[in-house]
């Protein structure tokens, strides 16, 4: 946020001098960290909501599940939207992973004209690019996400199969607690196969890692 801000605050001021109605909006200044992965950011952040008392709505998307991000081998990351609960105005957008700096000025002029998330959602994305990834989040601010396993955990019937199935697709995309209560759930069915896997040793064929088992076995246990 250094030479893009200047340059701006540069154009405002000769347009002051010029007569113009010279002006910044800095709410709308993209912010960039040049790192591997990237780390880009645009309008607020949740601290500043809640310290406004602003409510809002969040909208997140993993590159892992995005099929550009996978093709170049860059899953790292996620986009994730905020969006006011009542109007569904973007406040600000949070990007980690590859190309970030230039996905967010998508974002950026989104946000220039007081776009809502549903704006972002029902704009066709090319295929495939990261930009899909921005599509996503947007939808998934009303938990519309196409391409990943939404919470829908509660509607699925008591099958260990179906249940076993959606817990390694919430593992493979990141979405460890999602993972967890698809496991616990079909680890409660009234079938051996899901008695058996929700067993030390399948969670461990898994590849949950010693942290994750222990924080799914202090979660078995209080719920008991």
Same mark, same amino acid.
């Given at each position: 946020m250094l030479a893009h801000k200047a340059s701006e605050e540069g154009t405002a001021v000769a347009e002051i001098i010029d007569g113009q109605a010279g002006h910044v909006n800095y709410n709308t200044i993209p912010s960039v960290i040049y790192t591997a992965p990237e780390v880009a950011s645009v309008g607020k952040t949740e601290e500043e909501l809640k310290k406004n008392n602003i409510t809002y709505k969040i909208g997140k998307f993993p590159f892992s599940a995005n099929g550009k991000a996978k093709v170049m081998n860059e899953t790292s990351g996620f986009v994730k939207i905020l969006s006011d609960k009542n109007t569904d105005e973007v406040l600000?957008?949070?990007?980690?992973?590859? %190309?970030?700096?230039?996905?967010?000025?998508e974002l950026t002029i989104a946000m220039e004209f007081?776009?809502?998330?549903? %704006?972002?959602a029902r704009t066709c994305h090319a295929h495939p690019t990261l930009t899909e990834s921005i599509k996503e989040a947007a939808l998934n601010v009303d938990n519309q996400a196409i391409h990943i396993y939404r919470e829908i955990l509660n509607q699925l019937p008591d099958n260990?199969?179906?249940?076993i199935m959606l817990g390694h697709a919430y593992k493979t995309v990141g979405e460890t607690d999602n993972a967890v209560a698809a496991y616990q759930k079909a680890g409660a069915c009234q079938e051996n196969f899901g008695d058996a896997?929700?067993?030390?040793?399948?969670?461990?064929t898994y590849s949950f890692s010693a942290d994750e088992i222990t924080t799914m076995?202090?979660?078995?246990?209080a719920s008991d």
């Open positions: 600000g957008v949070h990007i980690i992973g590859a %190309d970030a700096g230039n996905l967010i000025g007081g776009a809502s998330a549903e %704006d972002i260990s199969g179906v249940l896997f929700w067993s030390l040793a399948n969670l461990k076995q202090a979660r078995e246990q």
